[in-house]
Every structure is written in C-alpha cells, then in structure tokens.
C-alpha cells in the first residue's frame, strides 16, 4: 500500500503537515511530488498511475488556479475521485489536471464530492468533531483540511454525496512541456502517433527544429533531439525534447507550459 501526494502547496511546512496527517489517517509511508501548476500535476498523476499499476493504494493531487481562477467555484476548484483498479485518486478537476488521464482514456468520469454533506459524514463518523464544520467547508487548505478525510471515508467503504463529472468536461492537453528533470531534459504531453515520429524525421517545432531518435543514446554529443522518454502510461510512452550532454531546457528557455506545436 501507498499514499503520493501530488501538491502545488509545496513549502516545508504545507508539505509536513500533509504528510503527517496521510500518515496518521493510512498508516503507511507518503511520497510527494511538489508542483507548480496544473500541466505538472497532469504528468505527475499519469507517471504515478503507472508506478503503481493499479496496486492498492492513494493519490491526492491538488492544484488551485491562481490569480482569480478559481472564483467560478463556490471555494475554489472542487475536488473529485476514481479509481484505477485498487489505487483510489482524490484530485481537483479543474485545469489540466486530469487531461493526461482523459488522453490516456484511464476513465470516463470521475465523482465530484458534495463538500459540505461530505464534511457532514465526517462528523457523523467520527472522523473530526462538530466544531471543525465549518472550518473544513471554507478552509483555503482544503488539500490538507478536507482531501485525505474524504480519502478516508472512501478507502473505508463509507458512501459519500458525490455527482457524476464525465471526463470529456475536461480540457484537451496541449502539445506541451509538463516537466523539466533535473538533467534539462524536457518532458512533452505528446506521444509518438501525435506527430508521426520516425526515427531520423525531422519535426518542425515553435522552439525549431530537431531529429528524431528512438533513444537518448542515439543523440549525437551536444546536438538536441526529441525522442521517446520514460514518462507515459504502459507502454503508451511520452516524448522529450533533450541535448545529448546538456540542458536542453537552459539551451532553448523552456519551462513547464511552453508550447511545442
């Protein structure tokens, strides 16, 4: 068993007290993945689903739209969950977030949590005392607040209010960086059927032109190439734009978001 956290509130503090809490409410070890924006969520979920192959366990991603986004919302982006297989996702539906999962066609709908019945049952339950209502109904760390409670509420079998999301409500990924590692590799939302990819084509891209090559091995030293990367879903595996030897992402000034066609 299994708890990731997939988390744009990334700090010390928000990081320990969201692991704490898993810890105490699952009881077995918690990885986190500290992230940026919705496009890194979408690629962290997918290459997480993958590792776990199904296996008994928990994923809680949330990421918040900054700067006003999220006022269409009643607080914010709701959250949602499904499953795939034994893992259970409790994850904000808004964004990208899920837009690697409706590509990779993992699902066709998620269940969107009634906040407040949710925190109703909690109560009922045992799970937090009365006085906390409110507080998780209009708390701004609702990733910490109300996310591994409800997890907990599902993983023990308890029916919560929830309403059907179909996944085509979902925004279509773009042909896009989702990751930068730590080598200036440079992680694409794009599989090899999307562009045609042929070892030795030549792909026309915003950032320009590069060769294709099935390995990183087979780049030349310090000549960049789009390849197929580790990232992905089964066998179904994700481009990267790379430097053979150096950053690609500090040769050419990508960062998650930038757009490649």
């Known amino acids: 068993m299994f708890t990731t956290i997939i988390n744009d509130c990334r700090d010390q503090n928000a990081l320990a007290r969201q692991a704490t809490r ?3 409410l699952f009881g077995y070890g918690v990885s986190i ?13 997918i290459d997480v689903l993958d590792a776990s192959e199904g296996k008994k366990g928990l994923i809680i991603a949330n990421v918040a739209p900054r700067h006003g986004g999220g006022k269409k919302w009643e607080n914010g982006t709701p959250f949602g ?53 409110d507080l998780i109904v209009n708390s701004q760390f609702r990733s910490y607040d109300f996310a591994p409670r409800a997890a907990k509420l599902i993983v023990d079998k308890i029916e919560v209010a929830s309403e ?59 000549k960049p190439g789009i390849i197929v990367g580790s990232s992905g879903f089964g066998t179904k595996q994700l481009l990267e734009l790379v430097i053979q030897g150096k950053s690609a992402a500090k040769e050419f000034g990508i960062t998650s978001g930038s757009i490649l066609f």
Request: proline share 5%; with cysteine; net charge positive.
């Open 22 to 24: 898993a810890l105490t």
């Open 33 to 45: 993945i500290g992230v940026e924006d919705d496009l890194q969520t979408a690629g962290n979920l």
């Open 81 to 133: 969950y499904f499953f795939f297989k034994d893992t259970l996702v409790v994850s904000t539906i808004d964004g990208y977030c899920l837009s690697l999962i409706k590509k990779f066609s993992l699902i066709d709908s998620v269940k969107v949590f009634d906040l407040p019945k949710t925190v109703n049952l909690m109560i009922k339950h045992g799970y937090v005392k009365s006085e906390f209502h």
């Open 164 to 222: 059907k999301y179909p996944l085509e409500n979902v925004k279509d990924i773009p042909k896009t960086i989702w990751w930068v590692d730590n080598f200036g590799n440079c992680k694409t939302t794009v599989l090899p059927k999307d562009i045609g990819f042929k070892p030795g084509k030549i792909l026309k891209t915003k950032l320009g032109e590069f060769q294709c090559y099935p390995r990183l091995k087979d780049v030349p030293n310090h």
